[in-house]
């Protein structure tokens, strides 16, 4: 009988300790940011998307075993100017009235170092899902001024325009180009 007892301690101890390597965090949409480029005319321009939200769950030991779910606002699009925010918002770039989601569900991980590794997984914006994969770094963890734990990741991707089904660079000369590389500064707060 005592060794039943122990053996099913044992095994909730060790279950409990399997369940505590992962952790969940929540974006901060208010320290996180989606940052892209992308060509105008001979130069290159830059913006921001402020309301990124979304659940990590991160195990820092072993990064295979993590997964994101992500989701950007595109209203929250800020390039600087008001007047081509307005613009981009509209049907003929990002159409945020009928597509007002970007979102990211992670696949799988590939940990490449302790703190650095690839996320593979569905990428959808304007109605369109594509597999991306996405490097990524792990920044740190710490405790924050009010009490809780914080995770700080960065992750970058380059995608095509055209893969979603926008066509602004068809034309000839088009102004703005296909290519986008995107830059994401993540911050997050552990879940309670």
């Known amino acids: 009988m005592k060794k039943k007892i122990v053996g099913a301690l044992s095994g909730l101890l060790i279950s409990s300790a399997v369940m505590a390597a992962t952790e969940t965090y929540q974006i901060d949409n208010k320290h996180s940011f989606a940052n892209f480029n992308i060509r105008h005319i001979v130069a290159k321009t830059t913006g ?3 309301d990124v939200t979304g659940v990590i769950k991160i195990d820092a030991e072993h990064l295979e075993k993590s997964s994101v779910q992500a989701k950007i606002g595109v209203a929250s699009v800020n390039t600087g100017l008001a007047k081509r925010d307005e613009h981009i918002q ?3 770039y990002l159409d945020a009235l009928n597509f007002g989601e970007i979102t990211f569900v992670s696949k799988s991980v590939k940990a490449l170092s302790a703190t650095e590794g690839a ?7 304007h109605g ?3 597999t991306i994969s996405m490097p990524f770094k792990v920044l740190g963890f710490g ?7 914080r995770a700080g990741f960065e992750a970058t991707t380059k995608i095509k325009a055209s893969d979603y089904g926008f066509g602004w660079m068809k034309e000839a000369n088009a102004p703005v180009g296909d ?8 911050e997050a707060i552990k879940a309670k």
């Open 48 to 50: 921001s998307f402020t």
């Open 90 to 92: 509209k049907s003929d």
């Open 119 to 125: 996320m593979t997984g569905d990428f959808m914006m």
């Open 128 to 130: 369109v899902t594509k």
């Open 143 to 149: 405790a924050d001024p009010w009490g809780g734990q």
């Open 179 to 186: 290519d986008i590389e995107v830059t994401l500064f993540i």
